[in-house]
Structure formats: C-alpha cells, structure tokens
C-alpha cells in the first residue's frame, strides 16, 4: 500500500517513514503539490509549533492540495501537531487558523502539570478501525504542550490534569495527537490499522 | 486536605509531635488568606493544647472556619460525648478522636449512637509501630491489632493514621505502614504526616486502602498548592511510570564502568536496544562516553543506528555543547538530547536549545555527590566537582527550559545498593518536571522506592539489565504487585 507522507520541515518524517515502512507501507516522502493531489493515503506529520506548521502548509498551498485529495477520496492521518492543525484554530501564539478539516480548537492543556507533558499516557476509545487490536487504556507516547478538548470528531481521549482528545475522525479524516511512531507496538499497530484498514 | 495545627490560637507546626520544637505561621486569618481556599474545603484542624489538657480548647477557630464555609474535621481532647458535642455544636462537620480509641471504646461507641459512625473518625497515632495517645505523650499497652478490631465493630469505616516518626519533617509518608494496614483492616485510612511533594500524594493516591490525606507543612510552607495536590490525586494511574535502560557507548561500542572508572566492552547497542524495545523498555537513554572528550560527531552514526532500531523514545547525551550539536543529535533520530558538563559552563545553552527546539527535546543529565548533608554537582564524566547545590542547579535549570532531569548519584552508581532516595527526594521536591532515577539499582524493589519513596517518574539502569541480572519484565511485574502503573 502506498502512502504519502507530507515533507514537511516542521517534522520528524524520518522516524513515521521508518515505522510506515516497518509495518509494511511504501512511502513516498514528498512535498509535491501534484503527488499529494493524487494520493489515496496521505500522512500530515507535525513537531513544534502549530503557527509555523500553518505557515509552511499555507506557503506551499498544501492546504488547497490536501483538500482536492480528500475530495477525491483519500484518507488522510495526522500526527502531533500535524492532528493539530487538522482542526479549526489553535489559541497558540494569540489566534492561528488551522486547515478546518475538523471542527472545534486547540487549546493549552488545562491544569497545573508541567507542560509540555512528555511521556506515556493512557488513552481511552471506543471500538473504531484506527485502534483495532489495541486495548482500551493503552498508553501511547505523547509530546505536547497544546490539546483539543472534548471535539466533536473525538474518537479516544486521556487526562493530564484535565482530560484532552487524543484522536479524531471525520469521515476519512483521522488525527492523533500522539506519536505512533514512538509508541512501540501498540502505535505500529495504528499505523498498520490506518495503512490496511481505512478506505 | 490541609491541615491546622493549632496552639494558642495561632496556626503552629510540632515536629514529631514535640511541643518543644514549634514553627509558628501565625493567626488563622493569615494562613487561611495564604491558602486561598475556596468554598467547601474540607480542613483538619488539630488542637494541641485540647489533645494534651484533655478538653477542647479551639472552638473559636472552628466557628470562624465554618462562617467561612470550610469543612471542618476537628480532633483533639474528645474524652467525652459532652467534649464531641462541643465540637459538633461550633460546626464541626466530623471529628477525630484518638485517645480513646485506646483508652475507652465504651466511649467510642457510644459516640457512634450519639452522632453516626460517618462523623466520628478514630486517629490511631504510632510509633515504631505502637500507638501512642495523650499528644503523642505517652505509649498504650492495648495492641494495633484489637484496636482495629475494636474500631472496625462500631461501624466505623475511615480512621486517620498517623506515623509520628514522619510527622512535620517531610520526610514522605509511612508507605509500608499504610500497606500493611490494608492487610490487617478492612478500614480505609487517611494518611497523615510526612506528605511533603506531589509525588507523596501521588504514592499516596495510589494506595487502594487510602482515602485521603492530611497535607500540613507542605501546603504551610508554599511547597505546592492544593489545586496541585488534587489534580496528581485525581487520576494517579492515568500516567505509566517509565523504566529506562542505558547504555554507556564508546567508539560504537556499549561498554561498561564502575563508578564511571574502569570500562570494558559489553557488546552491539543495536542487539542490546531491540532486546529492551522486546523487553518492555519505555525508553532508551544512550551516553556516549567517549564523546566528552572527542566531540559529538563520532556518535552520530552510533545514534542513527540505534534510532533506525526502535520505536520508542530515545535520549542520547555525552559531549553534546552547542545547538549545532543538538542538531546533529535529534537529525540522526534522537528525540531528546541530554547536556550535563556544557549546560553547568554555559547555562544559556538551555535557554537557547529550549527555543530552538522546544524544551522536550532538553534534558539536564545532573551528576550529583553527597557533600555532608547536601548534594553537590558534578562534571565531566563525575571527575570534577562544582561546588554547585545540585538542588539549586535543577531548579535554575527548569527555569531555563529543561522538560526533563536525569539525576544520577555518582555515589551509587554501579553499586546496586540502590538509588539515592534522599537526593531523588530533595529534587522531586523542588522542581515540578519529572526526574529519572538513575545510578545504584540492583533490585526490583530499589526501583519501585525510587518512584513511590523518591518521586522519580521513570528509574534507569545500565548493566543490571545488560547483564540480564534482571530483566525489565521483572521490574515492571514487581512495580505493579506494588501498586505502581507501567505500560
């Protein structure tokens, strides 16, 4: 299965390559408007912040292309801040629009924990094909110092401090805010389930 | 749930129940100004002069607590229901009675028809294991066991435990006392005494028999704030803790020191880093040693091969100065670099990684060594002493920008006596980011102290789990048998 992943420069893309290659995807690393216009699979990765992420992907009208795509009917998987920039708006620096693919905003984590949180973190969902094989309460790798809470898309959530929302899916639009990559098994496996089992 | 202490009015604290030793905070008003406690707080309040004269003498105090709408939980010198009325009728929501839960359980039941058994808590006071009444003046003859027992009959459900030994010198609460005590009653208990960090109330919320805990000098002295006592005591399991294994690298080799002297070679870090990946590691830290001396550019290449490896975090340090060397770091794969000799030359260092990079990617590898009853840092591989406080130095460093502190104790470290706990205990208590124990682990158990005694949020080892003394499974298995999440 061939999947697009997004070059963006505000990204780890190496490891997500490594850990798509590892569960079996061809990966095309590439910033080409024309590729990802006509990609069935599409992966939008993300680190720092969300502001410089926006700025990359509406600079290099990334924006426009991934929405002809998800028109034509590929999935698309967001990681990090990548997932982040999937919703309407973060409050990160002052107000930044996001490419609005899911409704609702980012917003820092709430509560008096140090942010950002950085580690392991157990996450809550019902069934859906994104987690297949994965038990409820798995913990998962997280970095991050902003969240969306309570989205309308939310398919798992965790707690630091307050609870937050880990993953979202609208249609064929899915998010996750933590690394995958870094999660060991149980993240390989969402990158397996988003690679074989999502049309 | 706070605690007031009360003597002659005025907010005090007794250091192991001493009235000779007294650390005054002042009149109600002011403590409770500085506490800023909304409404409904629930608040224990102690009355010193009642538990010892054997009468109450604080009744005011609690009627100004209540008119400001807190709910009190008030002991001291109940010895009879016409004392328990007293209380009960200042405002008093519950009361605490501990003298003569041993002297008198006549008494104790019939406070129980009198009021409830829901309002009535026993505190049940020891030391060394024997209860002590009377403000802690003097020891009972009538064994723990059939004053449980006794409590237990009236119907009671909740007693407040206090281990006088840790009480008032935040030396972290009786964890073994509380576990035992989930062996011998079916009570719950509310802790007392010794809760003196985040990560004590964290241990203590993890404790199935524990409902609760009085927090007195912590919250006194500004340690933290309530709000950030409840929200670690609201989900304590949410969080796995993380056990680390590391590997000392020279010249792409894993190698191995005692002391940090004395290396030989132990094998390929790529063989070594999928077995713990397999195993259940939760991270993988990598220092390369020679690199101190030499610069990173030789273990970039030993980095990507390990990055290429895993898929789990990986932390890597070892003669990292510059934000280029940053750089070079996380490029081969690296998720956070750990700086330790070059942060202490140059502190702005962490500032500037910090922001280029975001303070998740900065860990403060801190070297420390007992210096009398203080910790002092040290560099370059542990050859060089500072004169630097370790505990000012990991404070001014989370200032800075570091997500993280990987403490090592040069005294301990290959020694598998166990982790220092009263240096991870001095950090843990002064910086609100996660400390990793590391240096001195030979058992399972060093590593479940570290987290529930230390407050460290992961514990690491090197040739423990190279050796396959132990192996991580064995650790996580024990860390849960003792109540601690892992993944």
Redesign the interface.
Known sequence: MNVTLIDSPVA?T??IA??LQ?VGADVRLTRDAGVIAAASKIVLPG??SFRAAMTWVIANEIDAVIRRAIAGGASLLGICVGHQILFDASEEMGNTAGLGLVRGNVRKLQ????V?Q?????VQFDANPLFDGVAAGT?F?F?NSYAASNAEAEIAS????ARFTAAVQSERVFGVQFHP?????A??RVLRNFVEKIR | MPSLDILGGRVVRLSRGNFSAVTKYGSVDAVLEKLSLPAGTPLHVVDLEGSRDGRPGALDVVRRLVRRDLRVQAGGGVRTPADARLWFDAGAERIVVGTITADDPRLLEQLVGSFGASRIIPAVDLSNGAIRIAGWTRETAAPLASVLRRIEQTGIEEILVTDIARDGVLAGPSLALYRRLAHETRLRVIASGGVSTLGDIVSVARMPNVSGCVIGRALLDGRF?L??AR??A??P????E?IIPCLDVCDGRVVKGINFAGIRDAGDPVECVRRY?AEGA?EIVVLDISASDRGVATSVETVRRI??AI???LTVGGGVRSVEDFRAM?RA?A?RVAINTAAVQRPELIGEAAKEF???AVVLSCDAKRVGDRFEVVIRSGKESTGIDAVEWCRRAEQLGV??ILLTSVDRDGTNIGYDLDLLRAITAAV???VIASGGAGTVEHFADAIASGGA??ALAASLFHDRRLTISDVKAHLTSEGIPV?
């Not at chain 1, 990559?181 to 098994?185: H, I, P």
């Not at chain 2, 399991?237 to 796995?240: G, I, K």
Request: net charge positive; aromatic share 6%.
């Open positions: 780890n190496a490891n490594r850990a590892a680190v720092g509560g008096t924990l140090p950002p950085i580690g392991w973190n157990r913990p790798y970095v965790a707690r630091y401090g990559e870094k999660s060991s098994t993240g390989l | 704030t709000t950030e929200e670690r609201a989900a399991n949410a969080m796995p993380r990946e939760d990055a290429d898929f789990i975090p996380l794969g998720d975001g303070v998740q997500g993280e609100r980011i996660s949020r992961a993944r």
